[in-house]
């Protein structure tokens, strides 16, 4: 069992960077492939980035590749996305993901955060 506490969104400007955080409790993080999706109003939740269980490899959507990262600190329970360049439709409710397995996927998740809004400004 995994429980996961997103942290960071916020209010930015178009072009502005941000990061937020996923902190995980549980034992099986260190184990796990963790993803990000992000879901806008009125839009279905889509895959954001994943990252495998050792942090070595990792998957974007083709929307987000070049700008986000992702990345994990297993010591520390937590998996990251750094968001650089935003636009205005990168505004949604992002959540992190835990999957069922180790690899980085854009499907397999079982263990869901409660999501952080990032809003982002024309």
């Known amino acids: 069992q995994l429980q996961l506490v997103e942290s960071g969104g916020g209010l930015v400007q178009a072009g502005d960077s941000l990061r937020v955080s996923c902190a995980a409790s549980g034992r099986t993080f260190s184990i796990s492939g963790m993803g990000w999706f992000r ?4 839009k279905e939740r889509e895959f954001v980035a ?14 987000v590749k070049g700008r986000f990262t992702i990345s994990r600190d297993n010591a520390k ?9 935003l636009k205005p439709e990168d505004t949604a409710v992002y959540y992190c993901a835990a999957n069922r ?14 999501g952080t809004q990032v809003t982002v400004s024309s």
């Open 50 to 63: 994943a990252i495998n269980w050792s942090g070595a490899s990792t998957y974007y959507a083709d929307s």
């Open 39 to 42: 879901q806008a109003p009125g």
């Open 77 to 85: 329970n937590t998996v990251y996305l750094e968001m650089n360049s």
């Open 101 to 114: 397995g180790p690899m980085a996927s854009n499907r397999g998740y079982d263990y869901w955060g409660q």
